[in-house]
Nanobody, 119 residues
């Protein structure tokens, strides 16, 4: 069982930056890690992911503005968000999925952190 705790959400003006952190209760070395977000009334969507080997993937809407990174030694994943837009306003969730070949690999969600971007 892995518990994920996000932090760093805040109310900021457009074009500002924020850094979200996700701290895991255990080792994340063999987990693919991702950030998702869910705006009010919308479905949860993938923002960025980083594999166990460090390969990254981004949603088109954030590519070039957001950067995901991981520090396995600190059991942490980060999301650096630059040039924030009003439409980035969402609850941001950290997600971990174990990198194993299985029908249903272990997966975990954090409780979310609110990011609000004002005009």
């Amino acid at each position: 069982q892995v518990q994920l705790v996000e932090s760093g959400g805040d109310l900021v003006e457009a074009e500002r930056s924020l850094r979200l952190s996700c701290l895991a209760s255990g080792s994340i070395g063999d987990y693919h890690m991702s950030w998702y977000r869910q705006a009010l009334g919308n479905q949860r969507e993938l923002v960025a992911s980083i594999s166990t080997t460090g390969s990254t993937n981004y949603a088109a809407s954030v590519k070039g503005r957001f950067t995901i990174s991981r520090d396995n030694a600190k059991n942490s994943v980060y999301l650096e968000m630059n040039a924030l837009k009003v439409e980035d306003t969402s609850v941001y969730y950290c997600y971990a999925r174990r990198a194993v070949v299985a029908i249903r690999p272990p997966e975990y969600w954090g409780q979310g952190t609110q990011v609000t971007v004002s005009p």
